[in-house]
């Protein structure tokens, strides 16, 4: 089966290439570096000829509202028109857990926009939501570092190993389209600011963690980021712990 993989050159897609190729299909990363850019259109037509099944992991250069909305509507219209041309029988897409619960952060919303665009597509899908990956949370520290202090708030999160995410996207790419939503998710609920002191204690730099609730990108978000409250949530196996004393924690 020829799988082309939108965004296959970043942390999600690289490992969902390794993994579909793994299993035997032949799988092609798709990005502004291989010549194929979903935004501007370019070199759509030409990568997705043949292809069976389109995995779509890329993300927005900013995370300011209206860049980001127009990245991924634009994208979209150029992708499914182009999908719709090869005769794609299967899109799939990673978004985010409790995406559609944040009315008032702008990343979120061109988020729900993107799902939105694919289920209008008229190709059939499989939409595959994720909390937010372990390797967040060392940029959110550093961005959240004040000389010795980083600041994070208390905000439960069930964080996941981008590892588990690609598993659970190459699992959806190698089934038939669902048309709806496949929740995934990490094995346990943390306190943001808990996720500071756990990476800190396993890599120490000098500094220490302060809870400050007014603090960080995820000052203020509401608490519906974590799946606890949907029991239909895949817990996926990697603990954070676990997962920082390997070599991909460092």
Do not use: C
Not at 59 to 80: I, K
Not at 169 to 188: I, K, L
């Amino acid at each position: 089966m020829r799988i082309v993989v939108i965004g296959g050159t970043g942390l999600i897609g690289s490992q969902v290439v390794e993994l579909l190729r793994g299993a035997g299909h032949e799988t092609v990363p798709a990005a502004p570096s291989t010549g194929v850019n979903a935004y501007t259109g370019e070199g759509l037509a030409e990568v997705l000829g043949g292809a069976e099944v389109v995995v779509d992991v890329s993300n927005s250069p900013s995370f300011e509202a209206g860049p980001a909305l127009d990245f991924f509507t634009r994208s979209a219209e150029h992708l499914f028109a182009a999908e719709r041309e090869a005769g794609v029988r299967h899109h799939v897409a990673l978004s985010i857990v409790g995406v559609d619960r944040v009315p008032d952060y702008g990343y979120y919303l061109a988020k729900v926009a993107q799902e939105r665009a694919v289920r209008e597509s008229g190709v059939p899908f499989s939409i595959v939501r994720a909390t937010q990956f372990f390797e967040f949370v060392a940029p959110v520290m550093d961005l959240s570092t004040r000389g010795t202090e980083v600041r994070l708030p208390s905000l439960p999160l069930r964080p996941i190993a981008s590892a588990d995410v690609a598993g659970a996207v190459a699992r959806a790419a190698r089934g038939e389209p669902t048309g709806s939503v496949h929740r995934v998710a990490g094995p346990e609920v943390h306190g943001l600011d808990h996720l500071g002191e756990l990476t800190l204690a396993a890599h120490p730099d000098g500094r220490t963690v302060v809870t400050d609730e007014t603090a960080s990108l995820f000052a203020g978000m509401p608490d519906v980021l974590t799946g606890t409250d949907d029991p239909g949530v895949e817990r996926a196996a990697t603990r954070y712990e676990d997962w920082l004393t390997r070599d991909e924690g460092r």
